[in-house]
């Protein structure tokens, strides 16, 4: 079964800092691009951050530029969200997808397998 599974959500100050990891199941990320969203309170879901793992390519909304970092491990089959210097407006919740089409995904791209997502509150 193919599964994504965030973790590492909760609370902050700002300025703060929180990480977050998207765990898959089911298949290999080595073949996937694997994107971070951010659903704040009505809005839509905007990709913050996206990480393909054929070569590594990165990319980040302007608004996450310099705060946050995305990285992969293959062996964990996991994709990681380091968000720091943490802002009111970063509060919402936060799902990881794999993105783009085959063979390798794309970054940024259109999501396609959605995890369930985790909170992350920013206040102060």
């Known amino acids: 079964q193919v599964q994504l599974v ?3 959500g909760g ?7 929180l990480r977050l990891s ?5 298949f290999s990320l080595e073949y996937y691009a694997i994107g971070w969203f951010r659903q704040g309170p009505g809005t839509g879901r905007e990709e913050v951050a996206c990480i393909r793992f054929h070569d ?7 608004s996450v530029k310099g705060r946050f970092v995305i990285f992969g491990d ?10 720091h210097g943490l802002k009111p407006e970063d509060t919402g919740e936060y799902y990881c997808a794999t993105v783009g089409g085959p063979p390798f995904g794309s970054c940024p791209g259109a999501a396609d ?11 102060g």
């Open 6 to 8: 965030e973790s590492g």
């Open 11 to 17: 609370s902050a100050q700002t300025g703060g800092s």
């Open 22 to 26: 998207c765990e898959a199941s089911g």
């Open 56 to 62: 590594g390519k990165t990319h980040y909304d302007d």
């Open 74 to 83: 293959k062996d964990g089959n996991t994709v990681s969200l380091e968000m």
């Open 113 to 123: 397998v959605w995890g369930q997502g985790t909170r992350v509150a920013v206040f």
